[in-house]
């Protein structure tokens, strides 16, 4: 972590609204998603079993823009099996993931047609209306959030509620969760509850950190998240990069390295060319 960047700072616009997620209330009940689905009228997902967890819903797609992840600890750090209890938490960790709505967002640089815009709130929003389906913006974001419909071809993600926002209401996730694991608001302000709750966390024993500040998660030119996180574990436990960076800022470095393959070969065959026509006339 990079000791000039201060923990819980982002380059949020002002006037930017978000959400904090605390995962330390988190109950797992996914009344989130259920009110997700319900006010943005989304198909059900499968009710198969996944073999992979408790949770059916398995991760963010196109009908699914929360997600309530259930990650059991099965292990300490040593690699043992956990026999004692941390303060607020059993060895089963809970996430409601969502939409990031990064300050600098790769899934908007990265749309041809314009479908991707920055709302009055510095929420990201897909227009259904213009979006052609081409997916550039699927391998653009660094945490895999947009996904394309099998039913419309189009691109869908969360739209933190663009239609309730506008007419002052809280997003549907927001109001229906119970614990306050969700909360919505101004960045800044949100910022502040954070940092105060992690304090008062680690006060207690927790190792509590904020996932979307410059340090740690809105890191490689990303500038922050406008939904972020406390998390009582490392990002990579909760399935969150540590230190995502936008794919864009590896362009340069490949076409580079691609130029100086290229100038190589190209030496590499004039110099085989050269030693042929020597032998030739020797």
């Not at 797992?28 to 009110?35: D, L």
């Not at 550039?136 to 189009?154: E, H, I, M, R, T």
């Not at 229906?176 to 960045?187: K, Y």
């Not at 008062?200 to 998240?225: C, F, N, P, S």
Request: some cysteine.
């Amino acid at each position: 972590m990079s000791s000039t960047v201060p923990v819980g700072r982002t380059r949020a616009r002002p006037g930017a609204f978000g959400f904090l997620t605390d995962t330390t209330l988190c109950i797992g009940c996914k009344a989130c998603e259920v009110a997700c689905k319900q006010w943005n009228q989304l198909p059900m997902d499968d009710f198969g079993f996944t073999g992979m967890s408790y949770d059916n819903t398995g991760d963010l797609g196109a009908t699914t823009w929360r997600h309530v992840a259930f990650i059991e600890r099965i292990s300490d750090r040593e690699g043992r099996r956990p026999t004692t209890l941390a303060p607020f938490q059993s060895n089963w960790l809970m996430l409601s993931d969502v939409c990031k709505h990064c300050v600098h967002a790769g899934c908007m640089e990265a749309c041809p047609t314009g479908a991707i815009i920055r709302t009055e709130f510095d929420t990201v929003v897909i227009q259904q209306d213009i979006c052609n389906g081409c997916g550039y913006c699927v391998p653009a974001c660094p945490f895999g959030v947009p996904a394309l419909s099998p039913f419309d071809g189009k691109a869908h993600k969360c739209t933190l509620c663009y239609d309730r926002l506008k007419d002052g209401l809280e997003p549907a996730c927001a109001k229906a969760c119970p614990t306050d694991a969700i909360q919505f608001g101004p960045v800044h302000a949100l910022m502040d509850r954070a940092r105060a709750r992690v304090s008062e966390l680690r006060a207690q024993g927790v190792e509590a950190r904020i996932y979307g500040d410059q340090a740690l998660g809105g890191t490689g030119g990303i500038g922050g998240l406008n939904a972020f996180f406390i998390l009582t574990a490392p990002p990579e436990v909760y399935n969150l990069p540590a230190k995502p960076e936008l794919p864009q800022r590896r362009v340069l470095p490949a076409f580079l390295t691609t130029a100086l393959a290229a100038l190589a070969l190209g030496i590499a065959t004039l110099f085989s060319f050269r030693r042929v026509g020597r032998m030739q006339h020797g």
